[in-house]
């Protein structure tokens, strides 16, 4: 049997895509297996020019590999991935690879490299981004993992990720789980990413009675700007799309209720655990949610609202404060991201570069956008920085965006126009640069009802009041 190079388990339309781009690359041998071999010898057949060796078993399979014996499992997560996992390691090595190259929960992934290690082999966590365009043509790639795997694997996957600006969209993100982790947030970021277009599209809409058509070429505009990036090409081409069977605007035909995959839940769930506020991307999962519930939306259907009507006095303008809006909401998003990617990294014990996290995801994944580049530079300068949006780049853009941002936001609100991300976005802006917030009533209220202490802001300790009527007593209390 001939030897190859790499491994690739489970041959649905991304295993496929991406054992085909490996295949692809000069110098690559590519084993290829599926629980059902007519799946396997189907692609052998479909894609002769590619160097695939079939294999029926997981011995075979095995005996396939080139040492160190390296697979990526492309299988749907959860038990399925376990099963492949425990399958692999029963034939495979001391010093052999095994890559997840799915959607898995970063925990998950955790649990699963230690039990692996605990038998000599190394597992890798990888993150790949670009949907099955992506795994065919060059992905963005996130791995985790260990060094000795990624003396290994660093070359195959630098082989076949997406470039950008001359440099390979993939690096080793950090130990077991981070991998996992940083593309989680990635997804995230993508959930706020699109609804913030998606709330764009529909001001514009409802101010400016635009057809779909003509908001496409006001995305085409945009994207030849700071907002050029892969997601506002893509809703260019979505809103220019005539229905066949209809005539009308695709757009108009396709129903209103958005789905998900669970990746944007897991962020906001993370976030949440790590104490690490994601708003904007938590109201675009809530946003598909509120979509998803037909019944509820239909029995409110008849409720209430602003007794005028949205009218837009100067459509031009407004366009272009939505668009001021759209580039600070995103910043805020990237933002809100990094900030859970810190955050991990400190909860995990993970030296994540976040410099050249933007990097890798300049090309090849969803959320591929030109300001990444700001962000690599904003942390190149300070690799320290307590938040992105506090760098002086978008320091600067957020002020000359504002002003936009907050008529955006109003006048949605007085009309009627739900913008959840917009707003969210802009509320947690201000709370960050707030000198005092009302949290101080919050924190007399938890000590009122419950006696949970609270600190002051003229003396150091921890202090409770044994509160009766207008009259108080103030007791420090003993921390320890």
Known sequence: MAQASIGVVGLAVMGSNLARNLASREGNTVAIFNRTFEKTESLATAHPEAEFVTTGTYEEFAASLSKPRTAIIMVQAGKGTDAVIDALTEVFEPG????????????DTIRRERDVRAKGINFVGAGISGGEEGALNGPSIMPGGSAEAWETLGPILRSIAAIAEG????????????????????????????????????????????TPAEIAEVFVEWNTGELESYLIEITAEVLKQVDAKTGKPLVDVILDQAGSKGTGVWTVQTALDLGVPVSGIAEAVFARAVSSKPAQRAAAANLPGPSTPFVVADKEAFIEDVRKALYASKIIAYSQ?????????????????????????RGGCIIRARFLNRITEAYAENPGLVALVTAPYFTDAIAGTQDAWRRVVASAAQSGIPTPAFSSSLAYYDGLRAPRLPAAVVQGQRDFFGAHTYKRVDMDGTFHTLWSGDRTEVSAVDSH
Not at 96 to 107: C, E, F, P, R, S
Not at 180 to 196: P, R, S, T
Not at 340 to 361: L, S, T
């Open 337 to 361: 991201g990094f900030d859970a990617i810190v955050a991990g990294a400190e909860q995990y014990g993970w030296d994540i570069k976040k410099g050249d996290i933007a990097k890798i995801w």
């Open 96 to 107: 052999d690879i095994i890559v997840d190259g799915g959607n898995a929960l970063y925990t």
């Open 167 to 210: 440099e390979p969209c993939v690096t080793h993100v950090g130990t077991d789980g981070a991998g996992h982790f940083v593309k989680m947030i990635h997804n995230g970021i993508e959930y706020a990413d699109m609804q913030l277009i998606a709330e764009a599209y529909d001001l514009i809409r409802q101010g400016t009675g635009l």
